[in-house]
């Protein structure tokens, strides 16, 4: 009997040790939000999923981003990007029947027919309230019909580089031939966050549409509020994403829970797409779990910054003789727009890669003679640091960070007298008995020291005297 207990416990023994590696294997593959660097496919719900970076376009992440999905209401990204670029925002437009014709239970913003709705408030209220009944009449309004709109969708995605897209419509509602792919959308989504007015509708999450000629007005709540605005509610609240900045929700049984995302900090912006996932809040927790891995895999320092750490420092003519740096002058800097971004951004694998733009970006011009008298906080130049995407220049007035007095009554240093000679345009120098002393003096050192020299060489080889040839006499017999 003892016997037989005592093989069950080792039976016991030896399935425990056996089942320890899978328990640590499942620990393992668990997300850990304090360590987001270490992210996998598996950590994430959705079934598709890409992460770029908004600047270069570069893919940080991806998992199936190739598998071509249906897009549902992120479709409207692009409609509503087209509808921007192509319509006087201040144009009022009326609703026709074709416009409201959408199926009951799609999401609309009510419209009317008959009803007159300004152009730009169309526009954020089909992008916050996900409006089928807008998106078609921004269809209408631009192209004439919804045909015609989806036509131009496919060509602006392709020529965006989107080669894997096909619109069949302006809102996404399923189709069969109405497909795109996790890449694309990020494509997409990309150039429209380069369109100011679209990046201020899609940070919005609430909107009120006017009182017009139909009725008294409807205010809206956009599905991603809970990611984009603080929630009071407990639950809601860890969804909310403090870097967030849009973009746009969607959802049909076909396409499943679909979410394109945007986030900023530090100069690192990021755009995150997920496809397929089975509710809102994963789509929320997945995108939350992209923008932090992006924001790990990246670094951001300022022009201003890099600048601080290796100050400019100049030499200054002129300085009085009990100057402490003899001259040496560091520059101090000051942003002349406060607003302007000179965020270089860089992978943190590659830390020194800001260093190389920093150093090709940067130049320098000076706005005064280098010579005392220099008075502490007077700017003596202009930095400017060009970005690469092509934004506006950057400047930055360059300080003297102290005082530097000028010497008194002592001949002027060689570096002075080019200086002189440079901006004075009479190229013979008005007389003045410094720089005579300072010219002839090392002409006359110089025919001294050549005259003892040839003293010297003289008195070494003084010829001598050739002695004549004596000849003794002999005598023959």
């Given at each position: 009997m003892n016997q037989k207990r005592g093989m069950r416990v080792l039976t016991l023994m030896l399935c425990a040790i056996l089942l320890l590696p899978a328990i640590s294997v499942r620990a393992s593959d668990e997300y850990s939000s304090t360590n987001p660097g270490d992210l996998s496919s598996d950590h994430l719900r959705a079934e598709s999923a890409v992460l770029i970076e908004a600047n270069t376009g570069n893919v940080v992440f991806e998992k199936n981003a190739d598998v071509v999905r249906y897009p549902a209401s992120t479709t409207k990204i692009l409609t509503l990007l087209l509808g921007i670029t192509m319509v006087d925002p201040d144009m009022i437009v009326v609703a026709t029947p074709s416009s409201v014709s959408i199926p009951e239970d799609a999401s609309s913003i009510s419209l009317e027919i008959g009803q007159e709705v300004k152009w730009s408030d169309l526009l954020k209220a089909t992008m916050v309230a996900s409006g089928n009944d807008g998106a078609n009449l921004i269809a209408e309004t631009v192209s004439g019909s919804q045909e015609a709109f989806a036509a131009l969708m496919n060509e602006a995605a392709y020529n965006f580089g989107a080669t894997s897209t096909h619109f069949s419509?302006?809102?996404?509602?399923?189709?069969?031939?109405?497909?795109?792919?996790?890449?694309?959308?990020?494509?997409?989504?990309?150039?429209?966050?380069?369109?100011?007015?679209?990046?201020?509708?899609?940070?919005?999450?609430?909107?009120?549409?006017?009182?017009?000629?139909?009725?008294?007005?409807?205010?809206?709540?956009?599905?991603d509020s809970i990611f984009k605005v603080l929630s009071e509610d407990a639950d809601e609240a860890a969804y909310f994403y403090e870097h967030a900045t849009g973009i746009k929700t969607g959802y049909v049984s076909q396409a499943?829970?679909?979410?394109?995302?945007?986030?900023?900090?530090?100069?690192?912006?990021?755009?995150?797409?997920?496809?397929?996932?089975?509710?809102?809040?994963?789509?929320?927790?997945?995108?939350?779990r992209l923008m932090d891995y992006g924001f790990s895999q990246y670094v951001s320092i300022s022009v201003e910054q890099i600048y601080r750490?290796?100050?400019?420092?100049?030499?200054?003519?002129?300085?009085?003789?009990?100057?402490?740096?003899?001259?040496?002058?560091a520059l101090d800097i000051r942003k002349m727009e406060f607003a302007a971004d000179d965020n270089l951004v860089s992978m943190a694998s590659q830390p020194d890669a800001h260093m190389k733009v920093y150093n090709t970006r940067t130049q320098f011009q000076f706005t005064r003679i280098l010579e005392a008298p220099v008075n502490a906080g007077e700017t003596v130049g202009i930095m400017t640091y060009t970005p690469e995407d092509g934004s506006p220049p950057v400047t930055y007035e360059l300080i003297a960070g102290r005082t530097i007095e000028r010497r008194e009554a002592l001949a002027p240093t060689l570096a002075e007298i080019r200086q002189y000679a440079d901006t004075d345009p009479n190229p013979f120098p008005p007389f003045s008995v410094e720089f005579l002393i300072i010219i002839l003096l090392p002409v006359i050192a110089v025919a001294v020291l050549a005259a003892i020299f040839y003293r010297?060489?003289?008195?070494?080889?003084?010829?001598k005297l050739k002695q004549k040839n004596k000849y003794k006499t002999r005598f023959y017999r």
């Open positions: 419509n302006a809102h996404g509602l399923y189709d069969d031939y109405h497909v795109t792919t996790a890449r694309d959308m990020a494509i997409i989504a990309r150039e429209a966050m380069k369109n100011d007015v679209f990046r201020e509708i899609a940070a919005l999450s609430r909107f009120t549409l006017p009182r017009n000629n139909m009725n008294g007005g409807r205010s809206f709540t956009a599905r499943g829970y679909c979410y394109v995302g945007s986030a900023y900090k530090d100069g690192i912006e990021l755009i995150s797409v997920v496809f397929q996932s089975s509710s809102y809040r994963r789509a929320f927790t997945d995108t939350i750490e290796n100050p400019k420092v100049i030499d200054i003519s002129g300085f009085a003789l009990d100057d402490p740096d003899l001259g040496r002058l010297l060489l003289t008195m070494k080889r003084k010829p």
